[in-house]
Protein backbone atom coordinates (compact mmCIF):
# COMPACT_ATOMS: atom_id res chain seq x y z
CA UNK A 1 0.00 0.00 0.00
CA UNK A 2 1.37 3.47 -0.72
CA UNK A 3 2.34 5.37 2.24
CA UNK A 4 1.25 9.47 3.07
CA UNK A 5 3.11 11.10 5.20
CA UNK A 6 2.12 15.05 6.41
CA UNK A 7 3.02 16.98 9.57
CA UNK A 8 2.38 20.51 11.74
CA UNK A 9 4.46 22.50 13.89
CA UNK A 10 3.02 23.40 17.24
CA UNK A 11 3.18 26.86 17.09
CA UNK A 12 0.03 27.97 18.05
CA UNK A 13 -3.01 27.56 20.20
CA UNK A 14 -5.55 26.97 17.09
CA UNK A 15 -5.22 25.59 13.49
CA UNK A 16 -5.96 28.02 11.28
CA UNK A 17 -8.50 27.54 8.62
CA UNK A 18 -6.01 27.01 6.03
CA UNK A 19 -3.95 24.29 7.65
CA UNK A 20 -7.50 22.74 8.16
CA UNK A 21 -8.39 23.06 4.22
CA UNK A 22 -4.76 23.01 2.58
CA UNK A 23 -3.85 19.89 4.29
CA UNK A 24 -5.29 18.34 7.30
CA UNK A 25 -8.96 17.67 5.03
CA UNK A 26 -6.78 15.50 2.73
CA UNK A 27 -4.53 13.95 5.51
CA UNK A 28 -8.63 12.53 6.99
CA UNK A 29 -9.30 11.96 3.20
CA UNK A 30 -6.16 9.84 2.68
CA UNK A 31 -5.92 7.66 5.70
CA UNK A 32 -9.11 5.89 3.81
CA UNK A 33 -6.49 4.72 1.01
CA UNK A 34 -3.05 4.98 2.08
CA UNK A 35 -1.47 3.89 4.95
CA UNK A 36 -0.63 7.22 6.45
CA UNK A 37 1.47 8.73 8.98
CA UNK A 38 0.89 12.20 10.98
CA UNK A 39 3.33 13.86 13.23
CA UNK A 40 3.35 16.85 15.01
CA UNK A 41 6.90 18.30 14.47
CA UNK A 42 7.96 19.69 17.42
CA UNK A 43 11.50 19.69 16.75
CA UNK A 44 10.68 22.10 13.95
CA UNK A 45 8.93 24.82 16.52
CA UNK A 46 11.88 25.04 18.42
CA UNK A 47 13.36 27.44 15.87
CA UNK A 48 11.52 30.19 17.30
CA UNK A 49 12.24 29.43 20.99
CA UNK A 50 9.15 28.74 22.53
CA UNK A 51 7.95 29.17 26.03
CA UNK A 52 8.56 26.12 27.56
CA UNK A 53 4.65 25.33 28.71
CA UNK A 54 3.84 26.69 25.59
CA UNK A 55 5.25 24.80 23.28
CA UNK A 56 4.12 21.05 25.38
CA UNK A 57 0.44 23.10 25.68
CA UNK A 58 0.61 23.30 21.50
CA UNK A 59 2.09 20.32 21.12
CA UNK A 60 -1.28 18.41 22.81
CA UNK A 61 -3.47 20.98 21.64
CA UNK A 62 -2.19 20.77 17.83
CA UNK A 63 -2.61 16.27 18.04
CA UNK A 64 -5.77 16.86 19.56
CA UNK A 65 -7.09 19.02 16.22
CA UNK A 66 -5.91 16.27 14.32
CA UNK A 67 -7.96 13.48 16.02
CA UNK A 68 -11.28 16.35 16.22
CA UNK A 69 -10.98 16.96 12.33
CA UNK A 70 -11.01 12.97 11.72
CA UNK A 71 -7.04 11.40 12.18
CA UNK A 72 -8.16 7.96 12.80
CA UNK A 73 -5.63 6.56 15.71
CA UNK A 74 -6.80 2.93 15.15
CA UNK A 75 -6.19 3.66 11.17
CA UNK A 76 -2.85 5.82 10.84
CA UNK A 77 -0.25 6.61 13.16
CA UNK A 78 0.61 9.70 15.02
CA UNK A 79 2.98 10.92 16.97
CA UNK A 80 4.76 14.01 18.01
CA UNK A 81 8.27 14.20 15.80
CA UNK A 82 10.77 14.15 19.60
CA UNK A 83 9.60 11.36 20.52
CA UNK A 84 11.06 9.66 17.51
CA UNK A 85 14.77 10.24 17.68
CA UNK A 86 15.42 9.04 14.19
CA UNK A 87 14.53 12.06 12.75
CA UNK A 88 16.66 13.94 14.21
CA UNK A 89 19.74 11.54 12.90
CA UNK A 90 18.73 11.14 9.37
CA UNK A 91 18.51 15.01 9.45
CA UNK A 92 21.86 15.83 10.44
CA UNK A 93 22.90 12.91 7.38
CA UNK A 94 20.92 14.94 4.91
CA UNK A 95 22.34 18.35 6.25
CA UNK A 96 25.49 16.92 4.35
CA UNK A 97 23.80 16.10 1.47
CA UNK A 98 22.44 19.40 1.00
CA UNK A 99 24.27 22.77 -0.52
CA UNK A 100 24.50 25.89 1.08
CA UNK A 101 22.95 27.47 -2.09
CA UNK A 102 20.25 25.30 -2.29
CA UNK A 103 19.32 26.03 1.45
CA UNK A 104 19.69 29.75 1.07
CA UNK A 105 17.40 29.81 -1.25
CA UNK A 106 14.06 28.34 0.03
CA UNK A 107 11.34 31.20 -0.01
CA UNK A 108 10.49 29.96 3.25
CA UNK A 109 13.66 31.13 5.34
CA UNK A 110 14.26 34.32 3.32
CA UNK A 111 10.67 35.32 4.77
CA UNK A 112 11.25 34.25 7.86
CA UNK A 113 14.48 35.37 8.19
CA UNK A 114 13.82 38.96 6.74
CA UNK A 115 11.31 39.20 9.54
CA UNK A 116 13.05 38.41 12.33
CA UNK A 117 16.20 40.57 11.04
CA UNK A 118 19.68 38.78 10.38
CA UNK A 119 20.43 38.59 14.12
CA UNK A 120 17.46 37.05 14.91
CA UNK A 121 17.60 33.98 13.03
CA UNK A 122 19.16 30.57 13.79
CA UNK A 123 20.68 27.54 11.48
CA UNK A 124 17.53 25.61 13.15
CA UNK A 125 15.85 27.92 10.80
CA UNK A 126 17.92 27.59 7.73
CA UNK A 127 18.43 23.63 8.13
CA UNK A 128 14.49 23.46 8.76
CA UNK A 129 14.02 22.35 5.49
CA UNK A 130 16.39 19.34 5.93
CA UNK A 131 15.00 18.13 8.86
CA UNK A 132 11.53 18.10 7.16
CA UNK A 133 13.60 15.46 4.24
CA UNK A 134 14.19 13.79 6.99
CA UNK A 135 10.64 13.86 8.11
CA UNK A 136 9.44 12.41 5.07
CA UNK A 137 12.35 10.12 3.63
CA UNK A 138 12.31 8.15 6.76
CA UNK A 139 8.94 6.37 5.92
CA UNK A 140 9.82 5.84 2.60
CA UNK A 141 6.36 8.41 1.99
CA UNK A 142 5.40 7.85 -1.26
CA UNK A 143 2.93 10.87 -1.25
CA UNK A 144 2.66 13.66 1.07
CA UNK A 145 -0.24 16.26 1.11
CA UNK A 146 0.55 19.92 2.03
CA UNK A 147 -0.80 23.78 0.99
CA UNK A 148 1.06 25.43 -1.70
CA UNK A 149 3.43 27.16 0.80
CA UNK A 150 5.10 23.48 1.38
CA UNK A 151 5.87 22.85 -2.61
CA UNK A 152 9.30 24.35 -2.60
CA UNK A 153 9.88 22.30 1.16
CA UNK A 154 8.78 19.25 -1.13
CA UNK A 155 11.03 19.65 -4.13
CA UNK A 156 14.05 19.75 -1.62
CA UNK A 157 12.75 16.49 -0.20
CA UNK A 158 12.40 14.97 -4.09
CA UNK A 159 15.97 16.61 -4.67
CA UNK A 160 17.38 14.99 -1.45
CA UNK A 161 15.58 11.35 -2.29
CA UNK A 162 17.31 11.06 -5.59
CA UNK A 163 20.71 12.28 -4.74
CA UNK A 164 20.96 9.71 -1.92
CA UNK A 165 19.87 6.80 -4.50
CA UNK A 166 22.41 8.19 -6.93
CA UNK A 167 24.62 8.25 -4.44
CA UNK A 168 24.08 4.92 -2.34
CA UNK A 169 22.35 3.62 -4.71
CA UNK A 170 18.88 3.23 -6.08
CA UNK A 171 16.35 2.01 -3.40
CA UNK A 172 17.66 3.81 -0.76
CA UNK A 173 14.82 5.68 -0.08
CA UNK A 174 11.26 6.72 -1.78
CA UNK A 175 11.15 10.10 -4.22
CA UNK A 176 8.36 11.47 -2.58
CA UNK A 177 5.31 13.45 -4.95
CA UNK A 178 3.72 16.32 -3.57
CA UNK A 179 -0.22 16.53 -3.04
CA UNK A 180 -1.71 19.80 -3.45
CA UNK A 181 -5.47 20.13 -4.39
CA UNK A 182 -5.11 23.02 -5.99
CA UNK A 183 -8.65 24.76 -5.23
CA UNK A 184 -7.47 25.11 -1.40
CA UNK A 185 -3.71 25.03 -1.78
CA UNK A 186 -3.47 28.79 -0.55
CA UNK A 187 -6.57 29.98 1.70
CA UNK A 188 -5.97 33.93 1.74
CA UNK A 189 -5.75 36.25 4.93
CA UNK A 190 -9.67 37.61 5.39
CA UNK A 191 -7.98 41.29 5.75
CA UNK A 192 -5.11 40.94 3.01
CA UNK A 193 -6.97 38.45 0.96
CA UNK A 194 -3.42 38.96 -1.64
CA UNK A 195 -1.85 36.95 1.26
CA UNK A 196 -2.35 33.72 2.75
CA UNK A 197 -3.58 33.25 6.04
CA UNK A 198 -1.09 32.82 8.34
CA UNK A 199 -0.12 32.39 12.21
CA UNK A 200 2.77 33.74 12.22
CA UNK A 201 2.46 36.92 9.63
CA UNK A 202 -1.59 37.33 9.70
CA UNK A 203 -3.22 39.62 12.36
CA UNK A 204 -6.37 38.39 14.56
CA UNK A 205 -8.50 39.67 12.12
CA UNK A 206 -7.19 38.08 9.23
CA UNK A 207 -7.61 34.25 10.63
CA UNK A 208 -10.08 31.85 11.08
CA UNK A 209 -8.98 29.70 14.02
CA UNK A 210 -10.65 26.43 14.50
CA UNK A 211 -10.71 26.18 18.42
CA UNK A 212 -11.99 30.28 18.01
CA UNK A 213 -14.84 31.26 19.82
CA UNK A 214 -17.62 31.05 17.06
CA UNK A 215 -18.67 34.15 17.52
CA UNK A 216 -15.18 35.58 16.54
CA UNK A 217 -15.07 33.57 13.96
CA UNK A 218 -18.19 34.82 12.79
CA UNK A 219 -17.02 38.29 13.47
CA UNK A 220 -14.27 38.00 11.40
CA UNK A 221 -15.87 36.94 8.42
CA UNK A 222 -18.97 39.01 8.18
CA UNK A 223 -15.55 41.91 8.46
CA UNK A 224 -13.86 40.34 5.60
CA UNK A 225 -12.33 42.63 3.17
CA UNK A 226 -13.78 42.94 -0.34
CA UNK A 227 -14.02 45.46 -2.87
CA UNK A 228 -15.56 48.44 -4.09
CA UNK A 229 -17.89 46.57 -6.37
CA UNK A 230 -20.86 44.59 -5.23
CA UNK A 231 -20.69 41.93 -7.76
CA UNK A 232 -20.15 37.96 -6.35
CA UNK A 233 -18.10 36.33 -8.75
CA UNK A 234 -15.21 34.14 -8.52
CA UNK A 235 -12.03 36.52 -10.12
CA UNK A 236 -9.36 35.62 -8.24
CA UNK A 237 -6.77 38.21 -9.57
CA UNK A 238 -9.60 41.42 -9.78
CA UNK A 239 -11.48 40.01 -6.57
CA UNK A 240 -9.12 38.53 -4.07
CA UNK A 241 -11.39 39.29 -0.90
CA UNK A 242 -14.43 37.89 -2.78
CA UNK A 243 -12.80 34.64 -4.37
CA UNK A 244 -11.36 33.79 -0.99
CA UNK A 245 -14.81 33.48 0.54
CA UNK A 246 -16.04 31.53 -2.31
CA UNK A 247 -13.40 29.20 -2.47
CA UNK A 248 -13.81 28.54 1.59
CA UNK A 249 -17.10 28.59 0.61
CA UNK A 250 -16.97 25.75 -1.61
CA UNK A 251 -14.79 23.23 0.80
CA UNK A 252 -17.50 23.61 3.30
CA UNK A 253 -21.05 23.29 1.36
CA UNK A 254 -19.35 21.11 -0.84
CA UNK A 255 -20.73 22.91 -3.72
CA UNK A 256 -19.16 24.25 -6.66
CA UNK A 257 -18.05 27.96 -6.77
CA UNK A 258 -19.85 28.22 -10.24
CA UNK A 259 -23.45 26.59 -8.22
CA UNK A 260 -22.41 29.56 -5.51
CA UNK A 261 -22.26 32.34 -7.73
CA UNK A 262 -25.23 31.36 -9.41
CA UNK A 263 -27.22 31.46 -6.35
CA UNK A 264 -25.64 35.05 -5.23
CA UNK A 265 -26.23 36.73 -8.43
CA UNK A 266 -27.64 39.95 -7.54
CA UNK A 267 -27.32 39.76 -4.18
CA UNK A 268 -24.70 41.72 -1.76
CA UNK A 269 -21.56 41.07 -0.32
CA UNK A 270 -23.43 40.91 2.94
CA UNK A 271 -25.74 37.81 2.06
CA UNK A 272 -22.53 35.69 1.19
CA UNK A 273 -20.70 36.49 4.04
CA UNK A 274 -23.84 36.06 6.81
CA UNK A 275 -24.27 32.66 5.37
CA UNK A 276 -20.94 31.93 5.04
CA UNK A 277 -20.64 32.59 8.86
CA UNK A 278 -22.85 30.15 9.86
CA UNK A 279 -21.87 27.65 7.30
CA UNK A 280 -18.21 27.93 9.22
CA UNK A 281 -19.32 28.16 12.55
CA UNK A 282 -21.63 24.56 11.94
CA UNK A 283 -19.07 22.93 10.42
CA UNK A 284 -16.09 23.80 13.00
CA UNK A 285 -18.34 23.85 16.20
CA UNK A 286 -18.28 19.20 16.55
CA UNK A 287 -14.49 20.07 15.69
CA UNK A 288 -14.03 22.49 18.45
CA UNK A 289 -16.05 20.16 20.80
CA UNK A 290 -14.06 16.72 19.74
CA UNK A 291 -10.89 18.63 20.00
CA UNK A 292 -11.66 19.93 23.85
CA UNK A 293 -12.36 16.54 25.02
CA UNK A 294 -8.67 15.49 24.13
CA UNK A 295 -7.57 18.14 25.40
CA UNK A 296 -9.44 17.76 28.40
CA UNK A 297 -8.27 13.67 28.68
CA UNK A 298 -4.18 13.97 28.15
CA UNK A 299 -3.68 11.17 29.67
CA UNK A 300 -5.72 9.28 26.93
CA UNK A 301 -4.14 11.94 24.57
CA UNK A 302 -0.76 10.97 25.53
CA UNK A 303 -1.10 7.22 24.95
CA UNK A 304 -2.45 7.53 21.36
CA UNK A 305 1.09 10.10 20.85
CA UNK A 306 2.99 6.90 22.66
CA UNK A 307 1.71 3.54 20.45
CA UNK A 308 1.98 6.25 17.36
CA UNK A 309 5.65 6.56 18.27
CA UNK A 310 6.81 3.21 19.13
CA UNK A 311 5.16 2.13 15.37
CA UNK A 312 6.79 5.09 13.68
CA UNK A 313 10.13 4.51 15.57
CA UNK A 314 10.16 1.11 14.40
CA UNK A 315 9.24 1.88 10.98
CA UNK A 316 11.51 4.53 10.78
CA UNK A 317 14.67 2.39 12.15
CA UNK A 318 14.44 0.04 9.50
CA UNK A 319 14.86 2.92 6.55
CA UNK A 320 17.78 4.81 8.77
CA UNK A 321 20.07 0.92 9.00
CA UNK A 322 20.08 0.55 5.49
CA UNK A 323 21.06 4.31 4.73
CA UNK A 324 24.02 3.91 7.72
CA UNK A 325 24.76 0.88 5.80
CA UNK A 326 25.17 2.39 2.38
CA UNK A 327 27.20 5.07 4.24
CA UNK A 328 29.29 2.84 5.32
CA UNK A 329 29.41 3.67 9.02
CA UNK A 330 30.60 1.33 11.47
CA UNK A 331 27.97 -0.69 12.55
CA UNK A 332 27.77 -1.22 16.84
CA UNK A 333 28.03 -4.89 17.86
P1 LIG B 1 2.83 24.40 8.90
O1 LIG B 1 2.78 23.87 10.30
O2 LIG B 1 3.23 25.82 8.70
O3 LIG B 1 1.45 24.24 8.18
C1 LIG B 1 0.76 23.02 8.21
C2 LIG B 1 0.08 22.76 6.89
O4 LIG B 1 -0.87 23.78 6.59
C3 LIG B 1 -0.67 24.27 5.26
N1 LIG B 1 -1.06 25.69 5.22
C4 LIG B 1 -1.92 26.20 4.33
N2 LIG B 1 -2.61 25.65 3.32
C5 LIG B 1 -3.42 26.47 2.61
N3 LIG B 1 -3.58 27.79 2.86
C6 LIG B 1 -2.90 28.39 3.86
N4 LIG B 1 -3.06 29.68 4.11
C7 LIG B 1 -2.03 27.59 4.65
N5 LIG B 1 -1.22 27.84 5.73
C8 LIG B 1 -0.65 26.67 6.04
C9 LIG B 1 0.82 24.06 5.03
O5 LIG B 1 1.12 24.05 3.65
C10 LIG B 1 1.05 22.73 5.70
O6 LIG B 1 0.69 21.67 4.85
N6 LIG B 1 7.11 22.64 7.19
C11 LIG B 1 5.75 22.29 7.52
C12 LIG B 1 5.62 21.19 8.55
C13 LIG B 1 6.35 19.94 8.22
C14 LIG B 1 6.00 18.99 7.24
C15 LIG B 1 6.96 17.95 7.36
C16 LIG B 1 4.96 18.90 6.32
C17 LIG B 1 7.47 19.49 8.84
N7 LIG B 1 7.83 18.27 8.33
C18 LIG B 1 6.91 16.83 6.51
C19 LIG B 1 4.91 17.80 5.49
C20 LIG B 1 5.89 16.77 5.59
C21 LIG B 1 5.08 23.51 8.07
O7 LIG B 1 5.68 24.38 8.62
O8 LIG B 1 3.76 23.47 8.01
Redesign the pocket.
Known sequence: MTRV?????P?SDSL????Y????VEWVKLQETHEAIY?V?DL?ALTVAPDRDVLTRRTRVTAAQFLAAGVDPDRSLLFVQSHVPQHAELAWVLSTFTGMGEAGRMTQFKDKSAQVGESGTNVGLFT??V??AA??LLYDTNV???????RQ??ELSRDLAQRLNTRLGEGTVVVPEPHIVKA?????DLQEPTK????SFSGPKGLIEILDDPKKVAKNIKAAATDSDTVIRFDPEGKPGVSNLLTIYSAFSGRAIDQIVADYEGKMYGHLKVDLAEIVVDYLTPIRDRAMEWIESPERLDEVLAQGASKASAIAQVTLDRIYDRLGLLPPL
Do not use: C, R, W
Open positions: FSAMQTQLGNLGALSVHYPLMDIVPVGEDQHLTAKIFKMSK
